[in-house]
């Protein structure tokens, strides 16, 4: 049953809309409209429509500040069973108070304020919530998030029933709920377990290290396909291979010698017989020799490989063993392989 003031708050918000300080609103079309929203929600009130009452006064106090609106508000939720948010809605109509000069009718609803603040008060229910496990856990209380810091201490919350949720990185979700009467209070205790995934060890899918000696049985070691046959003619391959290798060599060095041996001559061409130097004619005529040498001995060398590698004996090579053909082209030699 609501009081005797409540039955006029309709007219009382009329009044005091109208004749309030502009001061209180944006403007006067928000005045006119939240002057429209008291008087539905007051008609609301009357019907015991508790929803549509809260509804109305909500948005009338958004758009026109004033305790009488703020009071139908906290009617409304006190109606609900809300009486968590009713109470701070009355608490706050009484700490604003009122200013010198304010119309009657906001004085008026800051005294009702502290009538029915107390009637609403002694319903205000409390929990504890206790989450055991994680130093950090995500948790919501009738999927409204509670802060860490409001663990294990009493929390205000309306008589009924109420469900706790509690979630980590790492851990199995849980859950919980309890029933509060009016003025009761409950505990809410929630113990996490870490979860089978994350509690797994990376170690176990890894094979097991070696450790120690390793214990290798006795008797001949097999042959495998990496272990290579050393006969003659992979001896003789050999042997050709550097032979060319180095014949290669020689060749180069004679023709870079050539080269220099050709500018030093076009050289000496210019200064002799006028200005013509000993040490330069020496000169020209050790790098020719370099050349010459270079060349014969590259060719020889070259020469005696290349017919070492095609009169070498084939052999037979298993899986994985090393291969080499030599081919010869115009102007060019080589060798195809495959390891």
Known sequence: MLPPFARSTALVVTLALTSAPSVFAQSAADRATARQLGQDGQAALDAKDYAAAEDHFRRADALFHAPTLLLGYARAEAGLGKVVNASEAYNRIIREGVSPGAPDAFVKA??????????????????????????NPTVVLDDQPLPVAALGVKRPVDPGAHVVKASADGWDPAQTTFDVLDAGSANATLTMKRSAVASASPIASQPPALTGAVN??????????????????????????????VGGVGIATGAVAGVLAIGKHSTLAGECPADCKQSDIDSYHAIGAVSTAGFIAGGVLAGAGLVLVLTAPPRTSSAGATTVTPYIGLGSFGALGSF
Do not use: I, Y
Request: charged share 15%; glycine share 14%; proline share 7%.
């Open 110 to 135: 800051v005294e009702a304020a502290k009538t029915e603040s107390a009637a609403v008060e002694a319903r205000l229910a409390s929990v504890t919530v206790v989450v055991s496990g994680p130093d």
């Open 216 to 245: 290798v049985p006795a008797g001949p070691v097999p042959e495998t396909d990496h272990v290579s046959h050393t006969g003659g003619g992979g001896a003789q391959t050999t042997v050709g291979w550097v032979g060319m290798v």
